[in-house]
């Protein structure tokens, strides 16, 4: 049980978030995995970059992570279009 005004507040919203930030951080996983499956690459591509950028601005994940996950994208991406020329 929380033993202050903020505390409790805090109890209340840590829930809700948890649910919203949930959600965020599947999106991301099923983005990621439809990317590495499928052709359309630009597309998804794009999205994914995207939804990583939105979910960094609101604190869901750390900038840091975000700009890794692009940088193993175009990594990937690069070496892929190298391959093919």
């Known amino acids: 049980m929380a033993n202050s005004k903020s505390a409790s507040k805090r109890a ?17 996983r099923s983005l990621a995995k439809r990317h590495a499956a499928g052709d359309g690459k630009a597309e998804r591509s794009r999205a994914l ?23 193993r994208l175009n990594k990937v991406a690069a070496k892929a279009s190298a391959s093919q020329s």
């Open 12 to 28: 209340r919203q840590s829930p809700r978030r948890t649910l919203r930030n949930r959600s965020v951080t599947t999106n991301l």
């Open 49 to 71: 970059v995207s939804a990583l950028d939105k979910a960094a601005k609101r604190g869901i994940i750390h900038k840091n992570a975000a700009n890794r996950r692009k940088a």
